[in-house]
């Protein structure tokens, strides 16, 4: 069975600061996917990661993923508090339905 | 661009009572996928339709039944409702199988038992 780990489940951190949010998964994938949720909405779809090695930036988020140690990261650079949401890591199975991870409840503050 | 639609976007049944729920993908997507969110958890994908044949089963309870209709649309049909059926129902579609398939994800269908 795949199993999909986030950590830290939650997160808060001051405004200007760097973090990373880490994602770990048990099986092999060649899709790995990042979403934004914010309370009582839809996901969505910040990056797609399909190779090893893959790295892609938007604005203040940058996402990486090594499939040899099934890891990805979503990396945030000088937070606002306009990234405030809920961040889930989610991996496609051999059938391509999405195992998510518990997710990451971010809180950037002043 | 067309996103996908769900209805009803907010549901209030009582236990024992039957839901549809009706997703319309975006135009051209032959997959549909159906997800379920209780409150403060991570989505739980329930199953899944690619033309019209269900394609990938998760946890979705007897209760529950689905299917893919001939113009791509999707019903989610829950019976003898429980309180614990309370959630967030997702529906995504994407086009076909391929490596880089996306799944877009609708706005969601808020069923609340009571």
């Known amino acids: 069975e795949l199993k999909v780990e986030q950590n830290p489940l939650f997160l808060s951190m001051q405004e200007g600061k760097n973090y990373t949010i880490y994602c770990n998964y048990s099986?092999?994938?060649?899709?790995l996917y990042w979403y934004r949720q914010d309370p009582g909405k839809s996901l969505e779809s910040l990056f797609v990661l399909l190779s090893n090695g893959a790295v892609k930036q938007e604005g203040r988020l940058m996402a990486s993923l090594d499939t040899k140690a099934r890891l990805s990261t979503l990396h945030i650079t000088a937070a606002v508090h306009d990234l405030s949401a809920t961040y889930f890591c989610a991996v496609a199975n051999s059938g391509y339905a999405l195992n998510f991870g518990k997710g990451t409840s971010l809180l950037v503050t002043p | 661009a067309a996103g996908v639609i769900q209805s009803p976007r907010h549901l209030i049944k009582e236990k024992r009572e039957t839901a549809t729920l009706k997703c319309y993908p975006i135009p051209r997507h032959d997959t549909v996928y159906w997800y379920q969110q209780g409150p403060g958890q991570d989505p739980q994908f329930l199953i899944s339709?690619?033309?019209?044949?269900?394609?990938d089963k998760g946890s979705i309870p007897d209760r529950f039944s689905a299917q893919q209709f001939s113009d791509y649309h999707s019903e989610l049909n829950m019976s003898s409702l429980e309180l614990g059926d309370s959630a967030l129902y997702f529906c995504?579609?994407?086009?076909?199988?391929?490596?880089?398939?996306?799944?877009?994800f609708g706005q969601g269908t808020r069923l609340t038992v009571v």
């Open positions: 339709f690619y033309e019209k044949m269900q394609s």
């Open positions: 099986t092999t994938s060649d899709r």
């Open positions: 995504a579609s994407s086009s076909g199988f391929r490596v880089n398939t996306e799944a877009f």
